[in-house]
């Protein structure tokens, strides 16, 4: 099947040795233009329409993500990423990237840019894994200075974000793509007052693996309150038409998350962590059995820890 670990594509990219690319031969680019960066990949913004159900009880408040400009924060983003195909499963081992955060501009609105700069980077293990942590960490290592670049509305309204490497790495690239996948995003908040109980639905478009299109629909609720602090639980519902990707017909597009994000005022990063699981079937008529139907299911996790 040509699809064949679409599945755990990323995983096995970053945790596998790759030769040193060849040199490049041809014209090479003026001096005087410079590139934004050696190793980019940008990540579209994801629309979501938000509906709120209940504005719950007690005092109402606009709750909306704060950061001040100019502020700094230490963070700890860590990724999970597990693929499986029928019964064989891939996983790899925790990625965790220690990270300076840093919120630029503010505008009226309470639209704010901010980077992530990556300081230092570690693997932990994961049983089940299929390369342990010491295998992973060299690639990893090559990552220190990549930057997380992008705006984020006062509702949580993301705009592009870009993921940069300013200088060349073998496998930065699978790296990358690794982050991109499995990179937390936080959650879209009402635009209306709410108070402890509040519930809303948020509804976007995603891409797993950066080829199968999916709608996710996420019900959030507060369930804590303490003076600037608002902690937001969510659970979400994954489906999708069926498509083609290459040859492959895939079909019976599910999957579920859960998520938990709790905000404090003025910091660039809340505490939040995320869980989702996408599960669907592909048949492939160029496959040694054209018949046979093949189940897929992609697990990422993720946390972002302020320090």
């Not at 709750?63 to 990724?79: C, D, H, N, S």
């Not at 073998?170 to 790296?175: E, K, S, T």
Request: aromatic share 4%; glycine share 10%.
């Amino acid at each position: 099947m040509r699809l064949l670990w679409i599945a755990v594509a990323a995983v096995a990219a970053c945790s596998s040795p790759k030769p040193p690319a060849a040199p490049q031969a041809g014209p090479q680019p003026p001096a005087h233009k410079a590139a934004a960066h050696l190793v980019e990949l940008k990540i579209p913004p994801a629309q979501a329409t938000v509906t709120l159900m209940s504005d719950g009880t007690g005092q109402k408040q606009l709750l909306r993500y704060t950061a001040r400009p100019g502020a700094k924060q230490t963070v700890e983003v860590a990724m999970d990423f597990t693929g499986r195909q029928d019964t064989e499963e891939a996983v790899a081992p925790t990625i965790v990237l220690f990270c300076d955060a840093r919120t630029g501009a503010v505008d009226k609105d309470g639209a704010a840019d901010y980077t992530l700069t990556v300081t230092a980077t570690d693997a932990r293990a994961v049983a089940g894994a299929m390369r342990s942590p010491d295998e992973l960490r060299p690639a990893l290592g090559a990552l220190a200075g990549l930057t997380i670049a992008g705006k984020r509305g006062a509702n949580g309204a993301a705009g592009e974000v870009t993921i940069g490497l300013d200088h060349p790495a073998d496998r930065a690239g699978d790296a990358l793509g690794l982050i991109r996948e499995a990179f937390p995003s936080l959650p879209v908040l009402p635009t209306q007052p709410v108070g402890v109980g509040a519930r809303w639905q948020a509804t976007s478009a995603a891409r797993v693996a950066d080829k199968l299109d999916v709608t996710q629909v996420t019900d959030y609720e507060v369930v804590a309150h303490d003076g600037p602090s608002w902690t937001i639980k969510g659970t979400t519902r994954v489906s999708g038409k069926d498509q083609k990707i290459d040859n492959a017909t895939i079909s019976a597009i599910t999957g579920a998350g859960t998520s938990e994000t709790t905000i404090a005022d003025g910091a660039p990063y809340p505490s939040h962590k995320v869980s989702l699981e996408t599960q669907f079937t592909a048949s492939d008529p160029e496959a040694a059995e054209p018949g046979k139907s093949v189940q897929f299911t992609i697990k990422v996790g993720g946390s972002v820890t302020p320090r």
